[in-house]
C-alpha cells in the first residue's frame, strides 16, 4: 500500500497487540506519516496509550 500523503514510499505496517487489543502502527519512511488502527478504527497515539492502561 502507498503511502496516502507523499505518494512516493511503500507504508510499512507493523502489527502488535496492545492491552490484548490488535493495533497496527502505518508509517510512511518518506514524508513520516504515520497513524494507528485499532478494531475500532483509527486512531491516535493517545488512543493506543488509553489501551495500554486499560489492559493491564
Ligand atoms: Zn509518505
Redo the contacts with the bound molecule.
Sequence with gaps: MK?P??R??ELVVIEMTVGGEQVRLHS?S??D?RWWETSEGTTSLAGVLDLAAVGR
Excluded: H, R, W
Design positions: 503511502c500523503n507523499c512516493i514510499k510512511c518518506g514524508c506519516l
